[in-house]
């Protein structure tokens, strides 16, 4: 076994099908099944069941999912100690980002689930350990032309399909100043998209100000809470208390606090 091959297991693992394991890792499936079939012969066993919608992990192929799990550990734990002692960034960083707010939940999912060492997403979490506000966006009723906020409601509607805790922030929002649900008349989840379709006047949309930084010719109206502050949404950054055990990790927080101005 090789590294490659360390890398085609945790993957054939995590999607249990060979043909979604090929696009991931860009293989050919008659490559990938050349090799399952090296390491049947290599350890001398079977430790995989084809099936038609799949593939399972026989129990001798669990046991070597186990031992390239633990293998991986060890080897990102040794590799993080022999980055301390040189005294200038070392090793790798994972860090999960995104900037469209759809894909803001599945990120802090990674992050969750151990893949990542820091997670710079829009929205809060209820995270335990440190977290630091980077950023404030407002969100913004985007149109091809100026509006009038009160008619709204009456306006076609593009509704990009963002994550949950955007979408019950703009739910709120709208509730509180509308009767009526909006007038969707095209939904997507594609925010290029969205955008597009707004400038050819199909329709209005909510998003944060920052995404329509690429099309400067459509119009922004600020949304405003009840009280007349604006309503916004938030950049933030997650990492573990533990994250100086890491130097890559320790460097990269300690740069982002200072080009942010935030305090420890």
């Not at 696009?23 to 001398?44: M, N, T, V, W």
């Not at 404030?136 to 994550?163: A, E, G, M, N, Q």
């Not at 009280?227 to 208390?241: A, E, H, Q, V």
């Amino acid at each position: 076994m090789d590294d490659k091959d360390f890398l085609l297991i945790k993957t054939l693992y995590e999607e249990q099908n060979i043909t979604h394991t090929a696009k991931k890792l860009f293989i050919s499936q008659p490559a990938i099944s050349d090799r399952l079939k090296r390491l049947e012969a290599e350890f001398g066993c079977q430790l995989f069941i084809r099936q038609p919608r799949g593939i399972l992990f026989t129990s001798q192929g669990e046991m070597l999912v186990q031992y390239v799990n633990e293998a991986d550990e060890r080897y990102q734990k040794i590799r993080s100690a022999l980055a301390k002692p040189v005294g200038k960034a070392f090793g790798s960083l994972s860090i999960a980002c995104s900037n469209k707010s759809g894909f803001s939940t599945n990120r802090y999912k990674d992050f969750l689930e151990g893949r990542f060492h820091v997670c710079i997403i829009r929205g809060e979490h209820n995270w335990s350990e440190h977290k630091k506000r980077l950023l404030r966006d407002p969100l913004c009723v985007f149109s091809r032309d100026p509006i009038d906020l009160k008619k709204l409601p009456h306006l076609p509607f593009v509704h990009y399909i963002t994550d949950p805790a955007l979408q019950l922030v703009m739910d709120d929002w709208w509730y509180a100043h509308y009767k009526e649900p909006p007038r969707i008349t095209i939904e997507t989840d594609a925010m290029d998209t969205c955008l597009k379709m707004v400038r050819q006047g199909l329709g209005v949309t909510i998003l944060s100000k920052s995404c329509g930084q690429e099309m400067p010719e459509l119009s922004m109206t600020a949304l405003t809470t009840q009280r007349g502050t604006p309503l916004l949404r938030d950049t933030w950054m997650y990492y573990r208390k533990n994250y100086q055990l890491v130097e890559s990790s320790k460097l990269f927080v300690d740069f982002m606090n200072q080009k942010f101005g935030i305090k420890e």
